[in-house]
């Protein structure tokens, strides 16, 4: 039997049809970071803005599947806002969760929880994680 | 042609769940094969061509034969069945060799969008080296090439045609038996990437006439890292080697050295024998079952396969008249990776993806595609399972909101 239900959550439909943040900026203030995926065609560019040491705007362009470009909007979501200390601390503990690793449970992932799903599709790790990726690069350019 | 009986000839389906659709990406692998590469690790694992002793003149003598095997089986000589690591490196030996040597600035060289990006990507090097020019054949509404197609693009500087026997994301068969002739009129070389023809139908080098012609060990029973390329013996015979070393060289001096015969100099270094060995075994296998029986298997598979899914709204199949046993398709509104996923649930494995032939996927308009592929121990339980899935994966996404 399908367990399909545990991968296409709610909150993970709700922003592949809606997504937020979405449309790159042409701003020097952003860093910019763009990953593809060649197997299977997953498209993404991630464009940041830290300011003081905060994470003061993400954006997000792309083509790609459901779990891919959710991702990249509900990570928007999270992490906008937040110190760049603890974008990183969420990223990391996001990863770790994905891909079956030990992680710190205090750590508040909030709407991206929902991807908790994706560590038992080991397939598809690479789709919820290439936005998180992105963003990544961005902040090792604002360094 | 008893699928269920074949199956019983593949180990892997143990798994009496397991529904294999994705053998143009890769064939599964019997166990006569399997166990042939294992005999020859197990019980005469030693080099070919070089030692004096009787265990490395079993393996020369094994390794000899399935070239022989590999040249009937093709219709070509001995000497013209050069064993590569795949299609990709006999494809990249032919645009290397020949193509580097023979194409000069203002020639012509035609591809088209269908190419695997194996067969694309050698010649658009070729091309940028040479200064020469890609021309690429218009593909008709469905996708096709057709030999008219082809003649508005053939002009006196074509130098090469590179072309495909089958598609592999359209299954579309390549009208070569009226190309390769007018390219011959202008002085074109031919080169064929007969990857997904070879394990499906019978290719007679002779009588097709293809100057070169490259398949995949993997793709027809295999094993894996074993291809060959076929060449003319009077192309070949002028060609230079690509990769220069062990085995492959007849003298050395200090300042020059004299390469081997063809094929030898096209084999630098310790060859995969055991899979070449185990290769000739897979084509032994192909013999008994019969191309006939093969292709009318698939025929029928595809024929319901196609009937049926035509039956399901919301799914878009890209190459309804294809005359082979693969099928492109997409779930309206659903990326195919989401796609891909429903089908792994129920343990179908199909491609997803643009299948290594970006352009065709682009001509197609979409960011990729859904891939079925049937071969010979494909039955219509399988069928049926994935059509099942299939209505299953519509009403499933549609549930959830896409």
Do not use: A
């Given at each position: 039997m399908n367990n399909m239900e545990n991968l296409y959550r709610q909150v993970i439909m709700d922003h592949y049809k809606n997504?937020?943040?979405k449309g790159l900026v042409n701003d020097e203030h952003y860093h910019t970071s763009h990953i593809k995926n060649p197997t299977c065609g997953d498209d993404i560019t991630i464009q940041s803005r830290v300011e003081d040491g905060i994470v003061k705007d993400i954006r997000h362009e792309g083509t790609g599947c459901s779990i891919c470009c959710s991702s990249a909007s509900v990570m928007s979501e999270v992490l906008v806002g937040k110190t760049v200390e603890e974008a990183e601390k969420i990223l990391e503990t996001y990863l770790n969760m994905l891909t079956n690793k030990e992680y710190d449970e205090e750590v508040e992932l909030e709407d991206a929880i929902a991807y908790q799903g994706v560590s038992k599709f080991p397939a598809r790790i690479k789709c919820a994680s290439i936005a998180w990726k992105a963003f990544e690069d961005t902040l090792k350019e604002s360094e | 042609m008893d699928a269920n009986r074949i199956k019983?000839?593949?180990?892997?389906?143990?798994?009496?769940?397991l529904c294999y659709l994705d053998s143009a990406a890769s064939s599964l692998k019997p166990d006569r094969v399997i166990n042939v590469l294992d005999e020859y690790y197990k019980k005469y694992g030693v080099n070919v061509h070089r030692g004096v002793y009787n265990l490395s003149y079993i393996a020369t003598e094994k390794y000899e034969s399935s070239r022989q095997t590999i040249a009937d089986f093709i219709n070509a000589?001995?000497?013209e069945v050069i064993f590569t690591r795949g299609a990709s490196n006999a494809l990249n030996v032919v645009a290397l060799s020949y193509g580097m040597a023979h194409v000069n600035e203002g020639d012509e060289i035609i591809v088209n969008e269908l190419e695997h990006h194996s067969q694309l990507l050698p010649w658009q090097q070729v091309a940028k080296a040479k200064k020469a020019k890609l021309v690429y054949i218009p593909l008709t509404i469905e996708g096709r090439i057709t030999t008219e197609n082809f003649q508005k693009v053939l002009t006196n500087k074509t130098k090469v045609v590179a072309i495909n026997h089958t598609s592999n994301v359209m299954g579309y068969i390549t009208p070569l038996e009226e190309i390769i002739p007018l390219a011959h009129e202008v002085g074109a070389v031919v080169s064929v990437d007969a990857a997904q023809g070879v394990p499906h139908q019978k290719i007679d080098v002779k009588s097709l006439d293809a100057d070169f012609l490259a398949f995949s060990g993997h793709k027809m029973l295999g094993p894996t890292g074993i291809g060959v390329l076929y060449g003319k013996e009077a192309l070949l015979k002028e060609m230079s080697p690509v990769e220069y070393g062990g085995d492959m060289i007849d003298s050395v001096e200090k300042y020059e050295s004299v390469a081997k015969d063809a094929p030898y100099k096209f084999e630098?270094?310790?060859?995969?024998i055991g899979e070449a060995i185990a290769l000739g075994e897979a084509v032994r296998y192909i013999e008994e079952l019969g191309y006939e029986n093969i292709r009318e298997h698939e025929q029928a598979l595809k024929e319901y396969t196609i009937k049926e899914m035509q039956k399901i709204e919301g799914v878009t199949i890209y190459n309804p008249t294809v005359e082979t046993g693969i099928i492109a398709f997409n779930i309206d509104g659903v990326h195919p990776h989401d796609a891909v996923t429903y089908f792994d649930g129920d343990n179908i494995c199909m491609r997803a993806g643009h299948h290594c032939a970006q352009l065709v996927t682009r001509w197609l308009n979409v960011v990729a595609t859904l891939r079925i592929s049937y071969y010979v121990y494909n039955t219509f339980e399988d069928a049926d399972q994935f059509l099942t899935s299939l209505k299953g994966a519509v009403a499933f996404f549609k549930s959830v909101g896409f």
């Open positions: 997504p937020r943040h | 019983q000839d593949f180990q892997v389906y143990e798994d009496k769940t000589d001995f000497d630098t270094g310790t060859p995969p």
